[in-house]
């Protein structure tokens, strides 16, 4: 290999015909053979790598199983770590994509931020334990917690303190605001909930929530819109309602098909 820069007990060990690499740490790059325009900082970066190119791992045990994995960019301790042939993914925080494998064009960011994710693909998870048990893909969760106990549910767009916090299957959501869906149902889904606490106890489909505590304690009922800071606040099953204004249906109980503005 040439135009190598390799500094620390064995790193870039068993290095062949890799070019324009810099392994910097104890062990960094020992496995390395063909990978090519690699740069790994810290012990046992990139460690197990064989043949993946383009990659920045920075930190200890930062992308230690990636083996042909390439276009990847891991900074923090552990971040990466179980990473083997996933590629252009994104790591910063430590132990962010920890459990990544072959996970494709990620970007997790934050402590333990997507850390349980193997496989899935085209997140973006930004915030402490953002999407933590998350292993599915398409979802976008922003803010501390937020999304935290998600596992297979997709296509969830989740922004603000720990909203959509305890959702774990449910798919197809979007919730922006603090706590927003924060203790919504775990299989609901297909719902739209913002503002502060906005739709945050919904067991529901279909359902939209706007303002703050808009449907906050509506529990039961589908299809369900309350628009206006508190509308249907306490409407614990009014499928196929509409309650438009602040406090409009505050205390409503149960009931169909019911317009109140």
Not at 238 to 248: K, L, Q, T, V
């Given at each position: 290999g040439n135009s190598n820069l390799l500094l620390?007990?064995?790193?870039?060990?068993?290095n062949t015909n890799g070019s324009n690499n810099s392994f910097l740490g104890y062990l960094s790059g020992r496995s390395n053979t063909t990978g090519m325009a690699n740069t790994f900082i810290g012990?046992?970066?990139?460690?197990?790598?064989?043949?993946g190119s383009n990659n920045t791992f920075l930190g200890f045990y930062s992308g230690n199983s990636n083996s042909s994995g390439s276009g990847n960019n891991f900074m923090g301790t552990n971040s990466g770590f179980s990473n083997t042939s996933g590629k252009e993914n994104v790591f910063i925080g430590t132990e962010s994509g920890y459990s990544n494998t072959t996970g494709n064009f990620n970007s997790f960011i934050g402590y333990h931020a997507g850390r349980t994710n193997t496989r899935g693909r085209y997140n973006v998870l930004l915030g402490y334990e953002a999407g933590l048990s998350s292993d599915t893909s398409f979802n976008t969760f922003v803010g501390y917690q937020v999304g935290r106990a998600n596992t297979t549910g997709t296509n969830n767009v989740f922004m603000g303190y720990r909203a959509g916090y305890i959702n774990t299957i449910s798919s197809n959501n979007v919730a922006i605001g603090v706590e927003a869906a924060g203790s919504s149902?775990?299989?609901?889904?297909?719902?739209?909930?913002v503002g502060l606490y906005a739709g945050w106890a919904n067991?529901?489909?279909?359902?939209?929530?706007?303002?703050?505590?808009?449907?906050?304690?509506?529990?039961?009922?589908?299809?369900?819109?309350?628009?206006?800071?508190?509308?249907g606040y306490n409407a614990d099953d009014?499928?196929?309602?509409?309650?438009?204004?602040?406090?409009?249906g505050l205390d409503f109980s149960t009931g169909y098909e019911n317009i109140i503005i």
């Open positions: 620390g007990y064995r790193s870039g060990y068993s012990s046992y970066s990139g460690n197990q790598n064989v043949n149902n775990p299989s609901s889904g297909d719902n739209v909930s067991n529901s489909y279909s359902c939209v929530f706007l303002g703050t505590g808009a449907g906050q304690n509506a529990v039961n009922g589908r299809a369900k819109i309350m628009i206006g800071p508190q509308a009014a499928p196929y309602s509409i309650f438009i204004g602040g406090s409009a």
